[in-house]
């Protein structure tokens, strides 16, 4: 078999090679790992043939399997050692013992059930960090959840009104129901509106809302304040949770603000350059940026305390990978980055 | 897809309860199993544990299980039943009914799934321009053979068509992807990279 020979087909019609890029044989990954090393001149090839054969797979890397086959060996091994645990039995209980304990257990299963009966098990979606997920809702509208954040519906979704819960970030294109209103409930704020395209930014951790209104009329109402803030398009809320050292009177709980726009694209805000596969950011802190880039990328990091943290960050990034951000971050100076295992530790 | 000659191999091994057995039939077909399940649930997420809760329900009963020719068309029946079970269990009747639907002859949403892919934009317009020129055939026999993993002989018996045809249809489906990738570069710096580190750059001079 004259493998020089090949081009990106032949090599994608060889099953070892396909068993190789995938990562699920380690005899073909240990042949073609070889055979690549003494063949310099096929690399390319190689690497178009790989690639071609992600995008076809629907990206199952060799991470990707040896990470799901750990969950594989952990969940088996578990299994087993249940398995071998002793069926402790004991013959010596009196029948009205017996009777009675099963009386009880049916009584209990009788409660849990009529338990689940009434609390409906609400309607979830879930983004993983790293990965946005585009939603339909029942009632037509879309919602794209960037990494890391949870919607879910409130009951009886699309009947008399429809809330749903956020935490973490999304894009809503809210269907036009006059009759049926649509309100984002995050951190203890609600974001009413009837027919209209806004963001929401609001991850519990955060103890922040930050809400941008793109198209349309939304109105803000907060826990514990009669007042209701109405926003007109292309402008902003912001909401910081009071923390027991600011006093109200000095730090106001919220602000309108006019959504920002960078300096290389004036037509669309910052705000919502997620949902266009740009990382933006404006003015923020390090430790902001690190949380985005977490969400963003589905990576862990670390600041140490070595690390200069003032200074505010603004830029903005297309189809980078984390390294890409890192390395900008230490050109600009005073910040160096490595990376320890999982964690990529800023200091 | 591993050597087709050893299916039959693993599976007994598998039925007699053998060290090892159990790891290996997951891996002989996971890509498979794996992507079948993402599929048919929607779930990328949830697709690994299904898979795996589906080999060990038959673990657990590998003293009662049959001896099967087919072995991946049986673990796509069994899996195919555990997406079921999830979703009834969580009254999602919706989602039950399109799952039956999407049993067997839906085409993958190929469009979707590209969307989601985390690669240039220009090349994913591209590649999707160039994959769209391909013959719905031609589309379905990469789906099986690529994303479910389906040996040329599966390909054949589930297509009612000969191996040869098969490895021909393929091999023109990749004739024309190929040329995506060819005359681009994999190595050098990202220009986008260089641009917005002249941003960081003006924040130091400005710190």
């Known amino acids: 078999m004259d493998y020089q020979d090949y081009g990106i087909n032949d090599f994608l019609l060889d099953d070892s090679f396909c068993q190789y890029c995938a990562g699920i044989n380690p005899v073909a990954t240990d042949f073609w790992q070889n055979w690549t090393n003494a063949h310099p001149e096929k690399a390319s090839d190689i690497a178009k043939a790989r690639s071609l054969y992600y995008i076809l797979n629907g990206q199952i890397t060799p991470q990707k399997t040896a990470a799901d086959y750990q969950v594989m060996e952990d969940v088996f091994a578990r299994h087993q050692q249940e398995k071998q645990l002793p069926v402790k039995s004991s013959n010596i209980r009196p029948l009205w013992w017996r009777l009675a304990s099963m009386a009880a257990c049916l009584l209990v299963v009788i409660a849990i059930y009529l338990h689940k009966t009434k609390t409906q098990s609400a309607q979830q979606y879930v983004s993983a960090p790293g990965r946005k997920l585009k939603v339909n809702l029942p009632d037509g509208t879309t919602v794209i959840l960037n990494g890391d954040s949870r919607l879910t519906l409130g009951t009886g979704f699309n009947k008399s009104a429809r809330n749903v819960n956020l935490d973490g970030e999304g894009y809503f294109v809210v269907k036009h129901n006059v009759a049926i209103p649509f309100t984002v409930h995050a951190n203890g704020i609600s974001i009413k509106d009837v027919g209209t395209i806004f963001n929401v930014k609001a991850y519990h951790a955060d103890k922040t809302v930050e809400t941008a209104l793109i198209e349309g009329k939304i109105a803000i109402s907060m826990e514990h304040k009669k007042e209701e803030v109405l926003l007109n398009p292309n402008q902003k809320f912001v909401w910081r949770e009071p923390s027991a050292v600011s006093l109200p009177a000095v730090h106001p709980a919220y602000e309108v603000k006019t959504l920002t726009h960078t300096a290389t694209d004036k037509a669309d805000a910052t705000e919502t350059d997620w949902t266009r596969e740009r990382l933006s950011f404006n003015n923020i802190s390090l430790k902001e940026l690190a949380l985005s880039i977490e969400r963003w990328y589905g990576v862990k990091i670390q600041i140490e305390n070595t690390a200069k943290t003032e200074g505010h960050f603004t830029g903005s990034f297309t189809h980078s990978n984390p390294e890409q951000v890192l390395e900008a971050l230490r050109l600009s100076g005073g910040l160096n980055y490595r990376k320890e295992g999982d964690v990529i530790i800023i200091y | ?207």
């Open chain 2, 1 to 207: 897809m591993v050597d087709k000659s050893n299916e039959a191999g693993t599976w007994e091994a598998f039925r007699r309860g053998e060290d090892g057995a159990f790891q290996c039939l997951y891996r002989e077909h996971y890509v498979g199993l794996f992507n079948y399940c993402a599929k048919v649930s929607g779930s990328r997420e949830m697709a690994n544990e299904m898979v795996i809760e589906t080999l060990l329900a038959l673990w657990d009963k590998r003293d009662k299980l049959p001896q099967v020719n087919k072995v991946r068309s049986y673990l796509l029946t069994c899996v195919h039943f555990t997406i079921l079970q999830h979703y009834r269990s969580e009254k999602r009747r919706e989602t039950v009914q399109s799952i039956s639907e999407n049993f067997t002859d839906s085409v993958f949403d190929y469009e979707d799934y590209f969307i989601r892919l985390e690669t240039k934009e220009q090349f994913k317009k591209q590649f999707f321009k160039a994959f769209n020129n391909l013959t719905a055939r031609q589309k379905e026999l990469l789906e099986l053979r690529y994303y479910l993993d389906l040996s040329y002989d599966e390909i054949a018996e589930r297509c009612g068509i000969t191996k040869r045809t098969a490895y021909n249809i393929v091999f023109g489906a990749l004739d024309v992807l190929k040329k995506e990738f060819e005359g681009t570069d994999t190595q050098g710096i990202d220009p986008h990279f260089l641009i917005f580190s002249l941003l960081f750059l003006t924040f130091s001079l400005l710190n």
